[in-house]
């Protein structure tokens, strides 16, 4: 089992950038695939983005898909989501979550992920 803690949000112009990180204690990291999901204010959260162990597959959300990239480095325990051309649409609070996996897949489902990071605010404006 691993604990969670994200970090990177804040305040953005539209067309800017950010990169969310989500550190993580426990000699385990590496044994579980990632997630980044969001939500906003009164809407339910929603799957953005996944890795796998290895950090060699990775799954987005199709608005995410040429603007968000995940990564891994499971040598510092940290997972990141470097977030490009932000539009307002992505203001939400982002949580890294974590899902015990026997296999370097990935998962999108919210009730895969076992384990949540407290979240980080972003937003963006026009």
């Known amino acids: 089992q691993v604990q969670l803690v994200e970090s990177g949000g804040g305040l953005v112009q539209a067309g800017g950038s950010l990169r969310l990180s989500c550190a993580a204690s426990?000699?385990?990291?590496?044994?579980?695939?990632m997630g980044w999901f969001r939500q906003a204010p009164g809407k339910e959260r929603e799957f953005v983005a996944a890795?796998?162990?290895?950090?060699?597959?990775?799954y987005y959300t199709d608005s995410a898909k040429g603007r968000l990239d995940i990564s891994r480095d499971n040598a510092k325990s940290t997972v990141y989501l470097q977030m490009n051309n932000l539009k307002p649409e992505d203001t939400a609070t982002y949580y890294c979550?974590?899902?015990?996996?026997?296999?370097?897949?990935?998962?999108?489902?919210?009730?895969?992920?076992?384990?949540w990071g407290q979240g980080t605010q972003v937003t963006v404006s026009s």
């Open positions: 426990g000699r385990t990291f590496a044994f579980y695939n």
């Open positions: 890795i796998s162990w290895s950090g060699r597959k990775a």
């Open positions: 979550a974590a899902r015990r996996a026997g296999a370097d897949v990935v998962a999108t489902g919210l009730d895969e992920y076992s384990i």
